[in-house]
């Protein structure tokens, strides 16, 4: 069984062009459940929408093919499939090969197969902490080494899951980034809900790019100067359960079921594309009270917000 991903239909009128501070042109949209936007100078005023349409599209596209809510994604298709072969077409191929890179380098705390937990988890900042059983029960179905994976074939196990919303928008970036490039050699930003990547800085002066306060959206915690490359950022800040004072975010460790503690509120990490940066961010997180030693270890630029 097989399935290639469907094209967006045009979406034109979902876009919005802002005047920015600085000269700049916001094209903007909503995907993945996330504010985006493609910035450029006002000079490519005449390009704006054509470019932007062109993030858009892509954008859309990827989240209609690998959404785990959609009946008709291959995500859908994979989970209908379980127990037999599944024929990866190349693009799922290709991230079926990194979350697997991910989970051995890792050593299991980047899993893809993890997201059977929202079953026993709803962060909606409630005080609705799942029994321990519930999330033991889950555990024997946790573990991308369970898969029987060999490019193009792939056999889910029977009531396993999977989920490529860990990197599903870093990756997004990176292919709108790479998509405009081939288009404009002028300076542009791509910004999917504040994961990010830029080809090169502006005529005057380089980017600037915000890093919101957790808990205090619009808020500026940090402001960084970006000339080119790719920024990334995780945290725990919207997604959270409060009980009797102890606060669980929403990262878990799928080694345990449970919320990652002790671990920063925000983690920007700086590299050369998206999800590279996507990865570093979310493992920092992982590793809770020993992020800024991780991050330290990894030598790429990094900040933490508490």
Known sequence: MSREGTDATSRVGELTVEQRSGNLLAVCFTAMASPCEVLLPASAQALAVELGLVAAQEAWRIEAKFSRYLDN???????????????????TALLLDFARQCFELSDGLFDITCGVLRRAWRFDGSDNVPDAAAVEGLLPLIGFDKLQWQAPNLVLPRDMELDFGGAGKEYAVDRAFELLAQRHSGPFLVNFGGDLRANKPLKSAPWVVGIERPDHEQQMA??????????????????????????YGHVLNPRTGWPVMDAPRSVSVAAATCT???????????????????????????????
Do not use: C, N
Request: proline share 1%.
């Open 222 to 247: 940090l402001a960084l100067k970006l000339e080119r490359g790719a920024i990334a950022t995780s945290g725990d800040a919207r997604r959270y359960l409060l009980k009797d004072g102890v606060r």
């Open 73 to 91: 994604s291959v995500v859908a298709d994979i989970h209908r499939s379980r127990g037999s072969v599944y024929h990866a077409d190349a693009e």
């Open 276 to 306: 590279e940066a996507g990865l570093i961010s979310t493992l920092a997180l992982l590793h809770g009270a020993q992020a800024r030693a991780f991050l330290e270890e990894q030598g790429t630029p990094f900040w933490l917000v508490d």
